[in-house]
């Protein structure tokens, strides 16, 4: 069976397992999930029995051309009363949505027309990687890998942030990539210090912090990865933050099993870069989910309730930040087995 | 006075006159246009005299290094939170925030704690661009022309749609763009019919129409244009075509001007598809507003309701698709004035 038809029949499922009769969506992401159509502007209805996928005209011939296990169909109007129509034709009496899936206006809409709210079906089947999407991450984690090995060697004292964000850009690109997966980050000296820097026109100096925080998108699937590494001579200081990072990625990935609480994972990352003196500057979490999305879930920090299971892929990414001074952060991209986990971004 | 600083003023201006104490955004696209830093995870309120962000710990230096006519803060808790927390404890009672612009959950949690809906205000604030912005649009819009030129000779039988993507993609970069403002189209033969079509590894074949619609990010802002023609001898039906789209297209640009209804524009370039019989084949919209998002206010089309103001910046993008042989669309992007419109996506 085609992998987005039996995404649908997991739905269909789970809608049973949840005493629905049927789940409506307006989302891109949900809707591309399960039919592999990923275009704006459509809404889609799964039943117990059946699916469907309203959209515009324009759209109609092309999604036929792709998709011939639910139904099309373009009204004249919008998407999403075409779908609360359908509903109420069929009476499927207990429907929901997605509340974290929903745009305010289209969800409120879905909850005057006397729809449910239900989170996580979608992102449960999401969570948990299977088949050929398996295949996929791995090698968009691979490419993501490969670059480092490209690229570093051209990171020489005078280039710009923004020139290595294009060689990354490029050399993924040139492995088959489609793009980054978000706004990577290359960050030189004091820029490394803060997390989310916006990759700027400042030169790399000799010794001088670098940190490298980039992936890309591969036939839909997201990877994650960041190197951090010292150019020219490191200080004692650079090289203590930076074994303690190190320590730290290597502690929380040992931790990671199919079984484990995803804030265990955290736990074992934070003891310690905070037994190394530095726990106030680790000022973000350990890591989230990937896959269609760069942040999807499970998350792994201190609060969130989730338990790791085999095929999830997560990010495991300690860090420590010394504003003005530099920041150290090593991430991999892992798949989560039944004994431990697999590194997809591992590089020499 | 800085152009975000201005832009924080000229709301509250807005709110004056619409009988608003504040507005409360949570959106990264607001917060952005509103202080210059764009990084999710924010959310921010803007009352008659004040302005606060809140943010996680990880971006407060790093915002403060950019910032200065706001106070940004950092709680412990939920930025939503903080922000609802800030609106009591100064007593704004008649806070509002845009529906348009949140997701169900974050609009949820606002309409429960009592906020007024009203949608619009930064709408219209990004709809008319002034300033600066004015010239980071024309340079989008001047790399996404530029890039035809040099990539259109390039495009040559047996390449693919993809290398084409590339190439438009590699042209634009190297020209300063941050990458690609949209999935571009590179549409051969009847891949050319299907307005959205996902770029494929297609080969071009001799004899054969070719569209690309495409355009970039450079410095936030979007450009987009499509070109279309023939690569080889066009057949009577690709000339009768092209040419109807193309006059088609005219008419809307020489419709354009300051104080024009936005579906005039449509109307203008619809009734001459019509008239040529091939009405039942423009299967879209005319244009949307372009900016820091490549689909903003206004819409063109039979029945958004607006008026054309100098400095909103359109597309005008007529199109004719025949299903299995070929489509032509034609779209600049122009900058709307007192006297008519300035094409901005200018192509020899």
């Excluded at 990072?245 to 994972?265: E, H, N």
Aim: charged content about 25%.
């Amino acid at each position: 069976m085609n992998i987005h038809a039996k995404r649908i029949k997991d739905l269909q499922y789970m809608l049973k397992q949840n005493g629905l009769d049927a789940l409506v969506m307006g989302r891109t992401l949900e809707i591309g999930f399960l039919t592999g159509f990923h275009l704006d502007g459509c809404a889609m209805v799964v039943s117990r029995s059946g699916a469907w996928v309203f959209m515009p005209k324009m759209l109609l011939e092309h999604f036929r051309s792709k998709v011939d296990f639910v139904t099309a169909v373009a009204p004249a109007g919008a998407m999403e009363a075409a779908a609360l129509a359908r509903v109420k034709e069929l009476k499927l009496k207990r429907a929901a949505f997605e509340p974290e899936a929903e745009t305010y206006v289209r969800g409120t809409a879905w909850r005057k027309a006397g729809l449910l709210e239900k989170d996580g079906l979608t992102g449960a089947l999401r969570a948990v990687k299977e088949g050929e999407e398996i295949e996929v991450l791995r090698k968009s984690c691979r490419i993501a890998a490969k670059a480092f090995g490209i690229v570093k060697p051209r990171i020489k004292t005078g280039c710009t942030e923004l020139s290595i964000y294009r060689e990354l850009e490029d050399t993924m690109q040139a492995m088959g990539a489609k793009g980054p997966s978000f706004n990577l980050i290359v960050g030189f000296g004091p820029n490394s210090a803060m997390p989310h820097h916006e990759t700027s026109e400042r030169k790399l100096k000799n010794n001088e912090a670098v940190l490298l925080d980039y992936g890309c998108v591969y036939g839909n699937y997201c990877s994650d990865m960041t190197r951090s590494y010292f150019h020219g001579k490191p200080t004692e200081e650079y090289k203590k933050v930076h074994s303690a990072v190190a320590a730290s990625q290597k502690a929380g990935l040992a931790k990671v099993r199919a079984g484990v609480k995803a804030r265990d994972v955290d736990a074992a990352c934070r003891n310690y870069i905070s037994d190394a003196g530095y726990g106030q500057y680790f000022i973000h979490g350990t890591g989230h989910g990937i896959g269609l999305e760069i942040h999807e879930f499970p998350r792994l920090n201190t609060t969130f309730e989730a338990v790791l299971r085999a095929g999830m892929a997560v990010t495991v990414e300690p860090g420590i930040y010394l504003h003005g001074k530099f920041g150290v952060r090593i991430e991999d991209s892992v798949l989560v087995t039944k004994t431990g986990c697999e590194i997809l971004t591992k590089t020499a």
